[in-house]
């Protein structure tokens, strides 16, 4: 080592001299700084100094003997500690970087941990199971919707509620014992069982009943999973009766051909088909009546000849009868049988041996089915089904078959055209993967409903582009055995133009809300000094000062109703509460307590029969009974009480509501118009009002999705009818 450090020495003393061999230890003090830190690089520059000192300034020996050499020193010390310095300050906030890297990194797994969450949620809610979740004791503490549509108890109703409330008795207390004990070691129960609804039905369901364990391996909850199964029940049902009228029937058909084998002759005659038995050497031994009339030959002209003879082929018909021989039968071998007179009949030809006591052949037993009409039927089949082939082939909407597995079975080309993907694609892959996700729960239950064999169906769904893009289609569809018949037809256009439509009748009612709204201001201070006005000078001018004023007066308080009818009509749709159960009789004594001192002036009698409950708006049904009622008394007959009647019965999936009255009529040409927003039939003098009233009850009845028109007859009084959907049929509009 000292050899070495005096051949250093020697070499850097001739290039830099003695006091400035500091330098060469830079690079040391700053690997050690880079490397080891702030420790390291004072380390490094300590030791440095004294190597410098060892080697140059005293070489072979510590000890400083200029003043020059010690500002050497000391610069050199002062500069590696601020080098060790610096490198420790960048190593500090390299650390801080990559703590505030990990930090951004668990914030950003977070955020995608609580979307997870979220959607699990969302997909949750929209399940089509009902969902229950349960303590250890079965008190409920959340349900889903479907869970509510299951067992019609609301969140409300069955949140802190216990699970025993849906017990129907059919099940003895071993059963649920049972149930409780496999859920309570942890395991997951799953079975069927009988319940009960909140109206009293009784329903089979399907339910999956889980434990969720804590991380300390205790039980802190059940979660519940049930399926209504009513329709699977009855398709089980169905199915096992007519197995078991297969069965009877299979039974009864044995029976039948037990008693006909001691009627074999007798059949073998009356039978429409030409029937022969043959011997080893092929010739004739026996036919039927329908044999000679096949051959145009007499039974004892036929027996006895060569059976091949008579067929337009004879080594095909030999070809057959050794194949009998060789195989012991032959089905539906096809052959041509001639006539006498030169017809010829095609046949298919079905035989096979028959043996003797002791199970040696002794000849064949032959059978002919003559297929001329059936023959006749395929031509005309096949040139009808080129004819479905070619409209098949040119028709604009998307037909397919499908089967009930979920694949297609055939295409027309329009599926390509549309969607982009090639037949090949479409045919190899599950329907159901090229359904919008959002879609395939309806396009299962639909597909369900085909299976089971239900009448046509219509339904909607979107279907994946190959770029990407989804397009609507509205189906028809028809089972036909294990096949589904479908047709689909491309609604993309149409539906975009609808949601513009609905976007556009939005911003058409917020423009009249905030127009009718921003009047309101300016016409209060029209009225209120048109009437000071009239408070203050009407007499102390002219007459017609005195008519102008009037007129600016009443047109002020007009302009204030038309506001305040506007205002109304526009919150129909963004306004409106709830739907929520809502008994109609309820409501229609609502609206008679509104009119009460119009009824009473004018001795109107208001009837009603028994009316249902609905699923809708309970303020605005009671505004759509009030101004119906209300016009009943306005347009009355003269020296005549209104006389009004309310029914409503059931009409497919919805109620029809109808309020008749006695009153003026109305001509046919308006039926149409006096649903549109102020227009009138009567002068104003006569009859006051604005004329929005029945515009907005058909807008009430159309934002609870029914439709709503008039019969009438002028002095004969009016009927107005309009439809509230079941609330399953609400929820199901697009």
Not at 110 to 133: K, P
Not at 398 to 413: M, Q, T, V
Not at 452 to 473: H, L, M, P, T
Not at 482 to 493: H, P, Q, W
Request: aromatic share 8%; hydrophobic share 40%.
């Amino acid at each position: 080592m000292v050899a070495a450090g005096t051949l250093v020495r020697l070499g850097l003393l001739e290039m830099l001299g003695t006091r400035a061999t500091y330098i060469t230890f830079f690079p040391a003090v700053i690997l050690a700084a880079l490397y080891g830190g702030l420790p390291a690089g004072l380390l490094a520059t300590v030791l440095s100094a004294a190597a410098a000192d060892y080697f140059w300034l005293e070489p072979f020996g510590f000890g400083i003997s200029h003043s020059a050499d010690w500002l050497s020193i000391g610069i050199f010390l002062l500069s590696g500690g601020l080098i060790s310095g610096v490198v420790e300050a960048m190593h500090r906030a390299r650390d801080r970087a990559k703590t505030a890297e990990a930090q951004a990194q668990v914030a950003a797994e977070r955020a995608r941990t609580e979307e997870q969450l979220r959607q699990l949620s969302v997909a949750v809610e929209a399940a089509a199971n009902g969902i229950a979740i349960t303590d250890r004791e079965g008190k409920i503490l959340w349900i889903n919707p479907a869970f509510t549509q299951l067992t019609g108890y609301t969140l409300d109703e069955a949140v802190g509620g216990n699970l025993r409330v849906l017990k129907s008795g059919h099940h003895p207390p071993e059963f649920y014992q049972q149930i409780w004990a496999t859920i309570l070691r942890g395991e997951v129960w799953h079975g069927e069982l009988i319940n009960k609804r909140k109206d009293g039905l009784l329903y089979p369901e399907e339910m999956t009943i889980t434990p969720v364990v804590a991380s300390g391996g205790e039980i802190t909850r059940f979660i519940a999973v049930k399926q209504d199964i009513t329709e699977r029940k009855r398709a089980e049902e169905a199915l096992q009766k007519a197995k078991d009228e297969l069965e009877t029937r299979v039974q009864e058909r044995t029976a039948e051909l037990k008693r006909a084998n001691a009627y074999n002759r007798s059949l073998i005659e009356v039978s429409l088909d030409p029937l022969v038995t043959i011997g080893p050497d092929g010739k004739i031994t026996d036919v039927n009546a329908a044999t000679e009339a096949a051959t145009g030959c007499a039974r004892a002209a036929l027996v006895g000849t060569d059976f091949s003879d008579y067929f337009t082929e004879p080594a095909n018909a030999r070809a057959g009868y050794q194949q009998v021989f060789r195989e012991g039968f032959v089905r539906d071998y096809p052959l041509e049988l001639r006539h006498r007179d030169g017809r010829v009949s095609p046949v298919l030809y079905n035989a096979s041996v028959y043996r003797d006591q002791s199970g040696n052949v002794t000849g064949v037993f032959a059978a002919a089915r003559d297929i001329t009409a059936q023959k006749l039927a395929e031509l005309a089949l096949r040139s009808k089904t080129e004819e479905l082939d070619r409209f098949f082939s040119v028709s604009l909407d998307l037909l397919c078959i499908a089967d009930a597995d979920g694949f297609f079975r055939r295409l027309n080309p329009a599926w390509e055209q549309v969607l982009g993907y090639s037949r090949e694609e479409l045919t190899t892959r599950r329907f159901l993967d090229f359904v919008h996700p959002d879609d395939v729960a309806p396009t299962l239950e639909a597909v369900d409903q085909l299976a089971a064999q239900k009448e046509v169906i219509n339904f909607v769904n979107r279907y994946r582009c190959r770029d990407g893009s989804y397009r609507w289609f509205e189906w028809r569809a028809a089972p036909a055995g294990n096949l589904i018949y479908a047709a689909a037809r491309d609604i993309t256009e149409r539906k975009r133009t609808e949601e513009e439509l609905r976007r556009s009748n939005e911003e058409l009612e917020h423009f009249a809300y905030v127009a009718s709204h921003d009047l309101q201001e300016p016409l209060r201070t029209m009225s209120s000094f048109s009437q000071l006005l009239a408070d203050r000078y009407r007499g102390r001018l002219d007459s017609d000062a005195d008519e102008f004023i009037t007129f600016l007066v009443d047109g002020a308080k007009r302009m204030q109703v038309l506001i305040n009818d506007l205002l109304d009509f526009s919150r129909i749709g963004t306004r409106g509460s709830p739907f929520a159960p809502v008994e109609c009789e309820a409501v229609l004594r609502a609206a008679q307590d509104n009119l009460e001192v119009a009824i009473a002036e004018s001795g109107a009698v208001v009837t009603h029969d028994p009316l249902p409950a609905l699923t809708a708006d309970a303020a605005q049904l009671t505004r759509l009974f009030q101004n119906l009622i209300g016009n009943a008394i306005k347009f009355r007959r003269p020296q005549e009480a209104p006389r009004i009647h309310v029914s409503a019965v059931r009409q497919g999936g919805a109620w029809r509501l109808s309020v008749r009255d006695n009153g003026i009529g109305i001509e046919p040409q308006y039926f149409e118009r006096i649903f549109v927003i102020f227009q009138r039939l009567h002068d104003r003098d006569k009859y006051p009002g604005t004329g929005i009233g029945l515009a907005i009850c058909k807008k009430i009845v159309e934002r609870h999705h029914g439709r709503m028109c008039v019969e009438s007859k002028p002095g004969q009084g009016s009927t107005f009818h309009f439809t509230i959907p079941d609330e399953k049929e609400i929820h199901e509009q697009p």
